[in-house]
């Protein structure tokens, strides 16, 4: 007797990115306005990491409201309906609850029902991973297009006499259509964690605690411990992708790095050599450390300002807490 056989699905040969969206808080936060409480200064916070001003989202207003403006732009920019999204991912970890996800909320706003969805806690290489899932979904069939958002309100979770995180965080999301296409749009993904230095970024407190009588959780980190990481292991990382893609740092239009610190972002172009045709993103400057939602944010903020680059090759690296970090070479929509 014949064993009966399964019928598999095949997608697309290749992806890319068809659209992108974004969306940042509407409330303007100077340095001037958060120096006080760290007993700290304009001067001093722009040296150390090159941040001008943030963008924060007022009360009222959650990262899945932010997600939805950046998607829908995302869509209209990429041409497609939402009934056409075979799956919907969003990077988060500032979701107002631990369950539901943000996605599944996305997803009935912008009219994707019934598409799978789910939230991807990966911090600062959230979009990075959800890129990766997201061609790996469309090549192998289980979609014909993603939607790939990181969203964040990381001002609930910014103690204001923080010294080592809260002054960098920004409130944002930004979304990217992925779809099929007739050539590599997006290159193989490297990433990886690294748990044993779990602690190095995270919360000051659990939610246990919380309960128990601690006050709210917020967010901390090792600084030197992230930047060591962030400079010497990541720049690696970088190089990585770069040879995953079979290409040379002079081939790129463009690098992208998580927006965390200015002189991260300095150091990162040191080590890969980049030449100066390669614009390098710095949207940390005015609207600060967005987490999973840095990347697609400067990504949009990139294209509007040097329309230029589309078209062309963009290396983009997401690392933070976990510690967990992604790269991949896209090309630009």
């Known amino acids: 007797m014949n064993k009966p056989t399964l019928t598999q699905a095949y997608g697309s040969e290749f992806t890319r990115i068809l659209g992108l969206g974004a969306a940042r808080g509407e409330l303007v936060v100077s340095n001037d306005d958060i120096a006080g409480p ?23 207003v959650d990262a899945v409201d932010l997600a939805e403006s950046a998607a829908n732009e995302a869509l209209k920019a990429a041409g497609i309906r939402g009934d056409q999204l075979g799956a919907v991912l969003v990077s988060t970890i500032s979701n107002v609850a631990v369950t539901p996800s943000m996605a599944a909320q996305l997803a009935d706003r912008i009219g994707a ?11 600062c290489a959230g979009y990075t991973y959800g890129i990766a899932q997201a061609d790996a979904l469309i090549r192998s069939g289980a979609a014909e ?46 990433w990886g964690s690294d748990g044993s230095k779990w602690d190095a970024v995270g919360m000051d407190a659990t939610f246990e605690q919380y309960r128990d009588g601690a006050e709210w959780p917020m967010l901390r980190q090792e600084g030197q411990t992230v930047f060591r990481w962030a400079v010497w292991d ?31 972002i300095d150091e990162f172009a040191k080590q890969l050599k980049l030449p100066e045709s390669v614009v390098i ?10 987490s999973a939602a840095s990347i697609p944010l400067a990504t949009h903020a990139l294209l509007a300002e040097h329309p230029e680059l589309s078209g062309g090759l963009a290396l983009q690296i997401g690392f933070g ?12 929509p």
């Open 38 to 60: 760290i007993d700290s200064s304009d001067e001093w916070i722009q040296q150390r990491t090159g941040v001008i001003e943030r963008r924060r989202a007022p009360k009222g």
């Open 145 to 190: 297009y993603v939607l790939v958002v990181g969203a964040e309100k990381l001002s609930q979770y910014a103690k204001p006499t923080d010294r080592t995180i809260s002054f960098l965080l920004g409130d944002g999301a930004g979304a990217a259509v992925v779809g099929p296409s007739d050539f590599p749009g997006i290159s193989a993904t490297v």
């Open 113 to 123: 029902t019934p598409a799978p969805a789910y939230d991807i806690s990966a911090a």
């Open 321 to 332: 807490a976990g510690l967990v970090y992604g790269a991949q070479v896209v090309v630009l």
């Open 234 to 264: 990541m720049a690696k990382v970088a190089k990585q992708a770069l040879e995953a893609a079979g290409i040379e740092a002079k081939d790129l239009a463009a690098f992208i790095p998580h927006q965390a610190n200015m002189r991260i």
């Open 281 to 290: 993103a710095r949207d940390i400057a005015h609207t600060g450390n967005t």
